[in-house]
């Protein structure tokens, strides 16, 4: 007797048919990583992914520190900012966040998200100084982090992001075993509310991380990994719907 609410359907130019966007109020969001566009051109990647549909740019933050990788830093960030209209979504893959929000806002993030490991029981605190700069809160879950860690904020935080792959490195397989948390996750935030994934995913597990509650994809390899990137962002939206729709 599981009912979906059909609401907020749109017609769409491109395919002359009418879209389901919102079931539950959950609306599937493509969130493109820049890990995996060309770093020597990421103005023009920028650009390309925008105009190919994408909901949200996803900007991986890695201090060599909390992951094994260093990536993208606030002046990097600054230089994107220009390049598109859409949200930046800043995923703080770094020890000590607290340090680095003030430098991440400033240089035009929308959004930015913490891992709950690197926020040294510090987590209010860090949503509220996320907020204090206008911008929404995030926290991150690694594979092996239970849903309950995040429980004190609830009602707190604007997303929740569960990694299905441990961070570090594009293109890496996604860990099926993360599903049974998406849809704790789901459970405990409720339907309006933006549950993210990201890591290995494709459209076949996009599907999956949808069926469990999942509505915000991001995608590194299967968005820039792929020569036609609007087939690409299609593919992952069509999919992730399919799977919001299945029981
Ligand atoms: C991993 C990053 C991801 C990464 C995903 O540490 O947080 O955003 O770009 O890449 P794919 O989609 O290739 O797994
Ligand atoms: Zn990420």
């Known amino acids: 007797d599981y009912k979906f609410f059909y609401s907020h359907s749109c017609y769409n130019p491109e395919t002359r048919s009418a879209l389901i966007i919102s079931i539950n109020n959950r609306v599937i969001k493509i969130a493109p990583s820049l890990l995996s566009a060309d770093f020597a051109e990421l103005g023009k990647e920028t650009q390309r992914a925008s105009s190919a549909g994408a909901d949200w740019l996803h900007v991986d933050v890695m201090d060599g520190h909390f992951v094994p990788n260093i990536t993208i830093g606030p002046v990097v960030t600054a230089a994107i900012r220009p390049h598109t209209k859409l949200p930046l979504d800043v995923h703080l893959m770094i020890s000590e966040p607290e340090k680095y929000i003030e430098p991440f ?12 490991e690197a926020s040294g029981g510090h987590s209010e605190k860090l949503v509220d100084l996320i907020k204090k700069f206008g911008k929404k809160a995030g926290v991150v879950l690694n594979p092996a982090t239970p849903a309950v860690s995040v429980g004190a904020l609830i009602g ?87 799977g919001m729709k299945s029981p």
């Open 105 to 116: 806002c400033k240089a035009g993030a929308d959004m930015v998200s913490f891992h709950i």
């Open 156 to 242: 707190k935080v604007d997303y929740v992001l569960a990694m299905t792959v441990w961070p570090g490195f594009g293109g890496q397989k996604f860990i099926a075993d993360v599903l049974p948390k998406i849809k704790e996750l789901r459970l405990m935030f409720g339907n309006g509310f933006d549950v993210q994934v990201d890591g290995g995913l494709n459209p076949q597990t996009a599907f999956e991380c949808a069926r469990n509650g999942a509505n915000v994809i991001v995608a590194g390899t299967a968005v820039f990994g792929q020569k036609d990137l609007a087939a690409a962002i299609k593919a992952l939206r069509d999919n992730a719907l399919k």
